[in-house]
């Protein structure tokens, strides 16, 4: 019966997935009080950043900006009312963009997230495929190319990447735009905006998967190497099977575990690596909005990010986690 | 873990890989051998000249590297006196990359040196106390890990404002759980130890016993991963100084990519240089700690 094999989270999993779950809280706690003495650390407060704005301030008026925002108040007082604020999920208000924090924030993440996301699925595959090459012909000349060429990709800084490129295919080649997300001269709508904004990708993802395409070559190369030697691998190919359907259904099935949890670990990273692409590529994404606020000397803002992009991360951790407890039933429950 | 902008992955950052034995027999083959110690000597090659240039830069090019030489724009091998060419203020490129790669080395050592410090101290207090001790450190470290290593960098140096110092800070506060967590991996395993045993019921403290029994056999390991995070501090390094958070006062090869890139469009060569000379000296780097790693664990494989 075809009903029987749709797939119900066992008891085991849901167990999993609740412990994993209290685990996190305190992270979620101790990034909180993290951000919050950060805030404290910076030279000068919300009051003075503003004041001197203005231009003009009187002690007076300091004295009423600083009971507008709280901070006459004791540390700990402060510290409540900044904790009400996040259960609320207000990341408080940016005062340079006059708007709250978390608006601007979500207005940049599906930006973030489009370059992030086709990226990773460059990455993954290019990754896959290269390693699966290099992997096949273990100490012979592609593989040899392959190793070199990601040997340099561990070393090369991203922006860099992303900088060379626009040299090469938009100063001296024309063939892309240097930066930005849609073209601003035209009014573009319908698919004729979706193949432009296509168009600005292409480079910034390109110098973000670079880096991303040599770890995923390496790791899929020794997955796969070590699976290559495994007993069912020997007993498939002594019973006479394509050596391709050895390599796709045995081998790179059974490598692909440790590139799920490579994916979700690197996230982290990939929202990193999205910073300075977004600066180098003028991108409206998160990043971009994490520089402005450093030169604004928006905290909050900064904050804001930096928060949510942890948030994120935990995420992404809890969900890769939940995928290999799926995966793979030997993962021992702790 | 990796991160290049941002920052190298560093292999062992997940205890399950990294005490994978290696699986394949062909790994140790004399041909792999060879390639290996061929390239590990290559790296170490370059790695040695880098830092004699950087050591030696005061005293090959006695110009300040800020100090406008000659007419700016010349193209590299234009002009015999400056074979690297000149940026747009004339200083001449050549003596700014060998001034950089000091300021580029010594903040690539210092984080990694802080890193591995405070990773050793974590580590190896998680593993050898274990219990409630374990589970405090092991939770701070993961929140560290949490926090995007980059985004995290850029709040710490833009809070305490942009010098060498903070710099230092900000990317070892980013990478030291990696080192962290390896050596936590490390000290469980020595933990139980008859050794360790022995020293115990010879009525050693627990600080002598960490420190003369455990760290010394669990430093192989740290020395190949602080090898990786000099080479990884030095690309973040070079990613805060191109977002303009690099010491104003100073010369680095992510504030020379970050100034050629205003000329980008004319003078490209401004930004390829100091670029070029980031991918040799990480790639050393890497190659370096590979070669390490053959040496000093030869059945731990890095992925």
Known sequence: MALAHIWLPRPRVLRYLAVRIAQVIPTVIAIVVLNFFFLRLAPGDLAEVIAGEAGSATPEYMALLRQQFGLDQSVWVQFVNYVKQLAQLNLGYSFRNSMPVLDLILSRVPNTAVLMLSSLLLAVSLGILFGAVSAHWRGRWPDAVLSAVSTVGFATPLFWVGLMLIVLFSVELRWLPAGGMYDLEHDLTGFARIADVARHMVLPVLSLAFFYIAIYTRLTRSAMLEVQELDFVRTARAKGLHPVRIALRHVLRNALLPIVTMTGLQLGTLLSGSVVIETVFAWPGMGRLAFDAVFQRDLNLLLGVLFFSSFLVIVANLLTDFVYAILDPRIEIR | ?303
């Not at chain 2, 205890?15 to 041909?31: D, H, I, Q, T, Y």
């Not at chain 2, 300021?103 to 802080?114: C, E, K, Q, R």
């Not at chain 2, 960490?210 to 430093?219: K, W």
């Open chain 2, 1 to 303: 873990m990796s991160m290049q902008t941002t920052s190298i992955s560093l292999p062992v950052a997940n205890a399950a890989s990294n005490e994978r034995v290696r699986p394949f027999p062909g790994a140790s083959s004399l041909s792999y051998r060879l390639l290996r110690s061929r390239t590990t000597l290559t790296g170490s090659a370059v790695i040695a000249a880098v830092v004699m240039a950087a050591l030696l830069a005061g005293s090959i090019f006695d110009t300040d590297p800020l100090d406008m030489v000659a007419r700016p724009f010349i193209w590299p091998l234009t002009d015999a006196r400056h074979p690297l060419g000149t940026d747009m203020l004339g200083r001449d490129i050549l003596v700014g990359l060998v001034h950089a790669a000091r300021v580029s080395l010594a903040v690539g050592l210092a984080a990694a040196s802080l890193a591995v410090l405070v990773g050793v101290m974590f580590g190896a207090a998680s593993g050898y106390f274990g219990g409630w001790v374990d589970q405090l450190l092991t939770r701070i470290t993961e929140i560290f890990q949490t926090m995007p290593p980059l985004v995290f960098a850029v709040v710490v140096v833009a809070i305490l404002t942009p010098s060498v110092g903070s710099i230092i800070l900000g990317i070892g506060v980013t990478s030291w759980p990696q080192i962290a967590r390896l050596v936590r991996a490390e000290t469980l395993r020595l933990r139980e130890s008859e050794f360790v045993q022995a020293a115990r019921v010879m009525g050693m403290g627990h600080g002598r016993i960490i420190v003369t029994h455990i760290l010394p056999n669990a430093i192989s390991p740290v020395v190949v991963a602080g090898s990786i995070l000099v080479a990884s501090a030095i690309l973040t390094e070079a990613a805060l100084s191109f977002l303009g958070l690099g010491d104003p006062n100073l010369i680095s090869w992510g504030s020379m990519i970050g100034s050629g890139r205003e000329v980008l469009r004319t003078a490209w060569y401004m930004t390829a240089l100091p670029g070029v000379a980031i991918s040799i000296t990480v790639m050393a780097l890497n190659l370096l700690g590979n070669g390490l790693n053959d040496v000093l664990n030869p059945r731990v494989s890095l992925t």
